[in-house]
């Protein structure tokens, strides 16, 4: 009997990872038929740039061509007229000579048929062109300086395919009972653990009655009732129902914050060993843990349940601006 369990684990395992592999692979192909489709249109927009200036340059040579054309039929009559006054008296000659000088003035330019900027600016079509197209292709893409881990989500929780935001939905009997997945607290971790420095995020929780949001060490219980304090590995800030907010000591320390925050803004210092929590739209502190222990710690996201829809709006990841930063290369 137990081979045969262990053979169903196994094949119920072998399944869900061949499943997860599929829907990984339509995730991956449909980021890059976006980036193809930025791609196309980006290559045409350019394509087309080009050929309007071509359309423009010819027509300013054809205007070109045709003013030379205008001013040879005008000299040639001009010549005509001259030579039927070689024929008359010398005075009468240079009299109207000098009506001539004055009237079909000459000049070694006029018969240029390239006129100035006549020629196509290559260069500013094909000059850096893989940059250009890269820091425009920055201001379509989103960077998210944490990622949640799906291996780790409750079986009541669903996640984004972009990985960046959770909320509470029915149970999902299909997920597998893998030993990184939290069976009853209705959380998610990051995707890895946080290392030397500082690490900022924020995080949207919008008009949510209730929602958890911190640190976890990466050893943490994961398996049945959990104690969510600081002294069972959570450090954290938690909303509850009646606006109250709470620094997860033990017991919890109620915190009070003037304005509610739609916004939470989240700061770990690994070198001070400690971890703050501020509303971004003020910078306005509501509170900081101290004396973190030296073990790796992991982001932490609880969305609660969903209280029959009052407090179904997910918890969401703030994606960061990306800045290209370009710098003179250094000599050797």
Not at 39 to 49: C, D, G, K, P, Y
Not at 52 to 76: H, P, Q, R, T, Y
Not at 87 to 114: G, M
Not at 208 to 232: A, C, F, P
């Amino acid at each position: 009997m137990e081979k045969s369990n262990y053979t169903d684990v196994n094949v119920c395992g072998h399944t869900e990872a061949q499943e997860q592999t599929r829907l990984t692979r339509d995730l991956i192909k449909k980021d890059f038929e976006q980036l193809r489709h930025f791609l196309r249109l980006e290559e045409t927009a350019r394509i087309s740039m080009l050929e309007d200036e071509a359309v423009m340059k010819i027509e300013i040579m054809e205007e070109k061509l045709e003013d030379l054309s205008n001013n040879i039929v005008s000299l040639s009559n001009t010549i005509q007229n001259r030579e039927t006054d070689l024929e008359r008296e010398d005075i009468q000659f240079l009299q109207a000579y000098k009506n001539y000088t004055k009237s079909v003035p000459y000049s070694p330019q006029d018969s240029n048929v390239v006129a100035p900027d006549s020629l196509i600016d290559v260069s500013k079509h094909v000059g850096n062109l893989k940059f250009k197209v890269w820091e425009k292709m920055l201001g379509q893409v989103q960077y998210s300086p944490i990622i949640m881990d799906p291996n780790s989500a409750a079986k009541w929780l669903k996640l984004s395919d972009d990985l960046t935001s959770v909320h509470y939905r029915d149970l999902q009997s299909d997920i597998p009972h893998n030993p990184e997945r939290f069976d009853l607290c209705v959380c998610v971790l990051g995707n890895e653990t946080l290392g030397a420095g500082i690490h900022c995020w924020e995080v949207e929780v919008g008009n949510k009655t209730k929602w958890d949001l911190g640190v976890v060490k990466e050893s943490v219980s994961r398996q049945g009732v959990l104690n969510v304090n600081s002294e069972s590995g959570f450090w954290a800030l938690a909303f509850r129902e009646g606006g109250q907010y709470s620094a997860t000591t033990k017991p919890w320390t109620k915190v009070y914050i003037k304005r509610k925050p739609h916004r939470i803004r989240i700061c770990l210092n690994n070198s001070n060993r400690e971890i703050s929590f501020y509303d971004p739209f003020d910078m306005t502190h509501i509170y900081t843990f101290s004396h973190l222990p030296t073990e790796k710690l992991v982001p932490f996201f609880s969305p609660c349940v969903s209280d029959q829809g009052s407090n179904s709006e997910p918890l969401r990841i703030v994606p960061v601006k990306v800045a290209v930063a370009i710098t003179p290369e250094q000599a050797d």
